[in-house]
């Protein structure tokens, strides 16, 4: 089955600073698709970047990027020049094979930024 | 562009009554999933819709169920309401199944169950 992990519940940066949330994932699949989103206190789920696994290029998206490391399966999320509304919590989730839509998430990091 | 919008945003119930919410999908967007976000399970897949039709569903019992309208539009309903029940709904949509498209979320709904 596949899984997502994100082994930190928990992460600070300053204000300006950059920061990089972890995700691992395990799937035997050739092709899959791998996000991460961010939710604000508020509830609402907002999409950040998107890495296809056949995608050859890291992707980027203003101020965040994806360092996807295929043969590691690892596919963790930068963000540079922290803001104070970068504040939430942030997940990773992967498209299930066989051309479903569903989604499996970790356990998400709650980040914090700092002034 | 409108995104994913979701009504109600908060609702309280009592135990044992039934919910409604809806959701209206991104315009162009024909694919509609749910999602149940509670503190101790997290995220968990509710179901899946494309074209009407259910394509996929989670591990939950009968009484939450969903459906799918012509113009993409989607409904969840939970009958017999429990205290567990209580949790974030969040609906996603996407253009359609199996195109590597960006899968998008709304606001959510925030039920309480009394």
């Known amino acids: 089955a596949q899984k997502i992990t994100q082994t930190q519940p928990g992460m600070f940066v300053q204000e300006k600073e950059a920061v990089t949330l972890d995700c691992t994932y395990d799937?035997?699949?050739?092709?899959?698709?791998l996000f991460w989103y961010k939710q604000p206190s508020s509830g609402e789920m907002i999409f950040l970047i998107y890495?296809?696994?056949?995608?050859?290029q890291n992707a980027t998206e203003g101020r965040y990027s994806l360092n996807f490391q295929k043969a590691r399966k690892s596919a963790n999320l930068v963000i540079s020049a922290s803001q104070l509304g970068d504040s939430a919590m942030y997940f990773c989730?992967?498209?299930?094979?066989?051309?479903?839509?569903?989604?499996?998430f970790g356990k998400g990091t709650k980040l914090t930024v700092n002034p | 562009k409108a995104g994913v919008t979701q009504t109600p945003r908060y609702l309280i119930k009592t135990r044992g009554q039934q919910v409604t919410l809806s959701c209206s999908p991104i315009?162009?967007?024909?694919?509609v999933s749910w999602y149940q976000q509670t503190p101790g399970q997290g995220l968990q897949f509710l179901f899946e819709?494309?074209?009407?039709?259910?394509?996929n569903k989670g591990n939950f019992p009968g009484r939450f169920s969903g459906r799918q309208f012509s113009n993409s539009r989607s409904e969840m309903n939970v009958s017999t309401l429990e205290l567990g029940d209580s949790a974030l709904y969040l609906c996603?949509?996407?253009?359609?199944?199996?195109?590597?498209?960006?899968?998008?979320f709304g606001e959510g709904s925030w039920l309480t169950v009394v």
């Open positions: 890495q296809g696994s056949y995608d050859e």
């Open positions: 996603a949509s996407s253009l359609a199944p199996g195109q590597g498209s960006v899968i998008y």
């Open positions: 799937t035997s699949d050739q092709s899959y698709g």
């Open positions: 315009s162009g967007h024909r694919s």
């Open positions: 989730a992967m498209r299930e094979k066989g051309g479903s839509e569903k989604l499996v």
């Open positions: 819709y494309f074209s009407e039709t259910q394509r």
